[in-house]
């Protein structure tokens, strides 16, 4: 009886550790913005934009295109997350804006290929 009652105890508390963490489902093109917008705004500024990776202009500094214009990005190897992504994909990302007084270049932190 009390293996019993032991057993239904720990299954009745180990459901909890199955649950997923929840969290808001906008819709991504909600939030997005475009690169002519995205410009405009602050230094340090989070961005959201929906477009193509055009071009590698070396190192980790990539051309982003959206239907407005073009920005350069700075996307790391580990935001790739093993995605193979060409110019015809079209992708999101998210980062924050670094203006220097001549230039506004894309820090990216996520990238999701759209599909």
């Not at 459901?15 to 917008?37: D, K």
């Not at 989070?46 to 190192?59: N, S, T």
Request: aromatic share 6%; charged share 30%.
């Amino acid at each position: 009886m009390k293996k019993v009652l032991i057993a239904a105890l720990f299954s009745c508390v180990s459901f909890g550790v199955f649950a997923q963490q929840g969290g808001f489902l906008g819709s991504e093109a909600e939030r997005s913005t475009t690169v002519v917008q995205a410009k405009e705004q602050k230094d340090e500024a989070w961005v959201i934009l929906e477009g193509h990776i055009v071009k590698k202009l070396g190192d980790d500094r990539y051309e982003f295109r959206d239907s407005s214009g073009t920005i350069v990005t700075d996307i790391d190897e580990s935001v790739w997350a093993g995605q193979n992504v060409s110019p015809e994909d079209k992708v999101i990302i998210e980062g924050e804006l670094d203006k220097d007084l001549n230039s506004v270049e894309l820090d990216v932190k996520t990238l999701k290929l759209l599909k």
